[in-house]
C-alpha cells in the first residue's frame, strides 16, 4: 500500500491492484482510499484525486451528515423546519406558512439512519427545487444587469456536483436549485463564474482575472468558503 498527501484530503492510502482497470476512491473510517491499476503514475493518481474533488468533497460531508426535529434550515429566502408527524408513518409531509416550509418526518423513526437521511435529504432537495426559480433567478438577472452582462436565458437544474453552467453556442446558463442553500454571497460566485463564461469558455487566467473584478476581489476567499460549506443534504 503507497500513500500521497493531500492539501485538502490529508493522507490518501492507495492500493495497486492487477485485476484493475479504473481507478476507484471512497471514505473509509474518515480516510480516503484509492484502488488503482498496477503500474499507475503518481501524475495519474493526482488527476484523478482532483477530477473527483467535488463528488469526493460531497461524500465526506453525507457521512457526517445529520438531522434532528426542530432543525432550522436557512436557505436564500425561505427556512425549512424538520418537525415531527404522526398521521402518515411512512410519507414525509410538506407544509408552509410564506416562507417557512416545514418537512414532518414520522414520529419515532431514526432520524439518523442511513435509509432516513437518504430520505430527508430527497425530501429537502425536492423543496428547494419547487422554490429554487423564484428566488434564484430574480437573483442571478439582477447581477446580470449590475455587471452589464447575460446570458441567453436562465434555466434552473438539479445538479449538486456540478452547481452551474454556461452552453457553448448559445450561452444558456444553468444554475443549479441546490445553490438556494447556500449564503448570498456563494450563489453570487457561481452566477459569477456562468456569466465569465459568456466572455472565456474556459478556466484560464484571464477567465478568473474576469471572475474577480466580477465578485470584487473576492474570488479566492469566497472559492475557499464554498469549498468547506457544510450542505444540509447528501449527493
Request: include cysteine.
Amino acid at each position: 500500500m503507497y500513500y500521497l498527501d493531500d492539501k485538502e484530503f490529508g493522507r490518501v492510502y492507495i492500493s495497486l491492484r492487477s485485476h484493475m482497470r479504473n481507478i476507484t476512491m471512497r471514505w473509509r473510517g474518515g480516510n480516503l482510499s484509492m484502488n488503482a491499476p498496477v503500474g499507475v503514475t503518481r501524475q495519474q493518481l493526482e488527476q484523478a484525486l482532483n477530477e473527483f474533488r467535488p463528488r469526493l468533497r460531497l461524500s465526506k460531508a453525507g457521512d457526517s451528515l445529520s438531522y434532528h426535529v426542530g432543525q432550522v434550515i436557512q436557505c436564500y429566502g425561505f427556512t425549512i423546519t424538520i418537525a415531527e408527524q404522526d398521521r402518515e408513518p411512512h410519507l414525509i409531509l410538506f407544509g408552509h406558512n410564506d416562507n417557512n416550509i416545514t418537512v414532518s418526518v414520522p414520529r419515532g423513526i431514526d432520524i439518523n439512519s442511513p435509509h432516513a437521511k437518504k430520505w430527508i435529504s430527497k425530501a429537502l432537495k425536492t423543496v428547494v427545487h419547487d422554490r429554487a426559480p423564484a428566488v434564484l433567478l430574480p437573483l442571478a438577472r439582477s447581477v446580470s444587469d449590475r455587471l452589464g452582462v447575460a446570458p441567453s436565458r436562465y434555466e434552473i437544474g438539479r445538479g449538486l456536483r456540478k452547481l452551474g453552467h454556461c452552453t457553448r453556442t448559445d450561452k444558456v446558463i444553468q444554475l443549479s436549485a441546490n445553490l438556494a442553500f447556500l449564503p448570498q454571497e456563494l450563489i453570487e460566485l457561481i452566477i459569477c463564474h456562468e456569466l465569465a463564461h459568456i466572455t472565456h469558455m474556459n478556466h484560464s487566467p484571464q477567465f478568473h482575472a474576469l471572475v474577480n473584478t466580477y465578485v470584487g476581489g473576492r474570488e479566492k476567499e469566497l472559492e475557499a468558503r464554498l469549498k468547506v460549506f457544510a450542505w444540509p443534504v447528501m449527493v
